[in-house]
């Protein structure tokens, strides 16, 4: 589904990633894991191209991402779900869910609305349809994003840091819906410090540090018997 | 000193008609400028350089030189390069216009570079395309910011407007300088001018207020 070639990124003189290849099958659950500043972040906005590779290859369903065109029609199959949310606070809930459907996939009102609906009915929210993105926790906003990319079907979805800006309180609500969202078999990539539900929802772990991937693995493989010094100095900060 | 009151009721009606005139072209020039501005200021900062180097371009001529020569250059100068005389009132509204789209381009740059960059990502992600989310996501949101630096622009385009009166146009300070004209009366007329650009000012900045403590609320 994602198919990646030694890809690299460099801002000024500094390369963030050194040359990652990867490849990620249908159905798939990965979750990348890493300090701060190992670029995992940046390795997933490589997959839908909100960062420019400095060079390599990524291919997402079929489609090489080069180009203005093809990045486009790509990302009408690629979710991505940001960790502040970034819903479109002069929009309703039921307005940033339909936008995208009927602007790019060119569907009719009524129909978006009844797949945000059902989509909305998923998330627990559809009594917040009519609300406006500032009204709602942060939780909620996290679940309403979840709903907005799935509006546009897509094939891949993708997670940066999904609930490291919530309150506590309120991330266990949004990985719920992650965790839902794997059990119906969505392709996902998810970047995340939440090493509970990696070790439970991943079907594979990839540990990253300094632009390169040092160890991947089943996640209970790797949290239990981490072969690489790097891994192993990583979880004796973090667990 | 005296004061002929008198004078300044006769003449209020004909300086009002000028204040009518003075009204519909800073009207019509701020839609104008709007217009060339929310243009300008989105080629400001397209991704395309040769589009973001010709709003500079524009912006730093417009910007650069007095509105008093541009309405000459337009007026006086580009009927000689055209052989075709231009209406006065085509003229006003024409160099009022491109001036203001350059003051506008520039409130609109600066309320569209506000809008977090999350917002972008968020519609690019989506698959929408740059113009799609510029049009849906972040034009709208800008909008709502730069109202103040908006009404602050149209209440010196009003004023500005008073310029126009050295082509012959007859708004409200040609109108002044007509009735003085034939009456002498230069402090009766000019405080009745003053007073009625004050009115027209004060009343677009409360209705700005308006609009922004109503866009707040919603």
Redesign the interface.
Known sequence: MIDIKDLRKSFEDHEVLKGINLHINPKEVVVIIGPSGSGKSTLLRCM?M?EVPTSGKVVVDGIELNGEANI??A??E???V?Q?F?????MTVLENIT??PM??RKISKEEAEKTAMELLNQVGLADKAEAYPPQLSGGQQQRVAIA??LA?KPKVMLFDEPTSALDPEMVKEVLDVMKSLANKGMTMAIVTHEMGFAREVGDRLLFVDEGQIIEQGPPKDVFDNPKEERTKLFFSKIL | MSFNFDLVIQSFPLLLLGAGITIKITALSVGLGMIIGMFVGIARISHVAPLRMLAAVYIDFLRGTPLLVQIFLIYFALPIMLDQRVDPFVAAITACGINSGAYVAEIFRAGIQAIDDGQMEAGRSLGMTWVQTMRYIIVPQAFKNIIPPLGNEFIALLKDSSLVSVIGFEELTRRGQLIIARTYGSLEIWLSVAVIYLAMTLAISRLVAYMEKRLKTS
């Open positions: 839908n909100l486009n029609k990302r009408e690629i979710g991505m940001f502040r970034n819903l479109f606070p002069h936008l995208a602007k790019v907005r990319a546009m």
